[in-house]
Antibody
Framework: EVQLLESGGGLVQPGGSLRLSCAASGFTFSNYAMSWVRQAPGKGLEWVSVVSGDGGSIYYADSVKGRCTIFRDNSKNTLYLQMNSLRAEDTAVYYC?????????WGQGTLVTVSS | DIQMTQSPSSLSVSVGDRVTITCRASQGISSWLAWYQQKPGKAPKSLIYAASSLQSGVPSRFSGSGSGTDFTLTISSLQPEDFAIYYCQQYNSYPRTFGGGTKVEIK
């Protein structure tokens, strides 16, 4: 059974940093690209970033480019999102999702709140 | 970036009704179109990929059609568990983009 479990969310002040993690199981992690998708409270879905299975290909949404870094550790079956210079508009539930190439499995999400 | 426009943004329907949701891409995406269902407080669930292929386990009352720029999600006979928000998403290119969502509510 495919499982994705995010962690690392919380309350952070504007300008602060946070690292999100997504622990994967139930599939060959290194064979699949993985994405982060976020959802602001009461809003729709916004794709954030993707990393290929081997980590060699990465894309970002313009809204986070230069402030976020996606990476993965295939030896630990874990995906990460390092978020810096956080803004109020980054407040959202962050989901990790397996790409095949649609988002066929999603985690339960972790809430990031940026507020002073 | 490819913009995805869904309509309507919401609709009120009764159990047993036929529901049709449309999604338009700002440029051609062939059949690289997915549909997701999201219930309150839950992660989205993949329903359809490649515009018309059902994910495993998805009831056959769901169907998708279209190619190029215009796509449709149809629920042939709405069931109580289908009240949710539905999103389309293109995977023709990065950045991946979603439609704004269609909320299906009980009349």
């Amino acid at each position: 059974e495919v499982q994705l479990l995010e962690s690392g969310g919380g309350l952070v002040q504007p300008g602060g940093s946070l690292r999100l993690s997504c622990a994967a199981s139930g599939f060959t992690f290194s064979n699949y690209a993985m994405s982060w998708v976020r959802q602001a409270p009461g809003k729709g879905l916004e794709w954030v970033s993707v990393v290929s299975g081997d980590g060699g290909s990465i894309y970002y949404a313009d809204s986070v480019k230069g402030r976020c870094t996606i990476f993965r550790d295939n030896s630990k079956n874990t995906l990460y999102l390092q978020m810096n210079s956080l803004r109020a508009e980054d407040t959202a539930v962050y989901y990790c999702a397996k790409e095949s190439p649609v988002f066929d499995y999603w985690g339960q999400g972790t809430l990031v709140t940026v507020s002073s | 970036d490819i913009q995805m426009t869904q309509s309507p943004s919401s609709l009120s329907v009764s159990v047993g009704d036929r529901v049709t949701i449309t999604c338009r891409a700002s440029q051609g995406i062939s059949s690289w179109l997915a549909w997701y269902q999201q219930k309150p407080g839950k992660a989205p669930k993949s329903l359809i990929y490649a515009a018309s292929s059902l994910q495993s386990g998805v009831p056959s009352r769901f169907s998708g059609s279209g190619s190029g720029t215009d796509f449709t999600l149809t629920i042939s006979s709405l069931q109580p568990e289908d009240f949710a928000i539905y999103y389309c998403q293109q995977y023709n290119s990065y950045p991946r983009t979603f439609g704004g969502g269609t909320k299906v509510e009980i009349k």
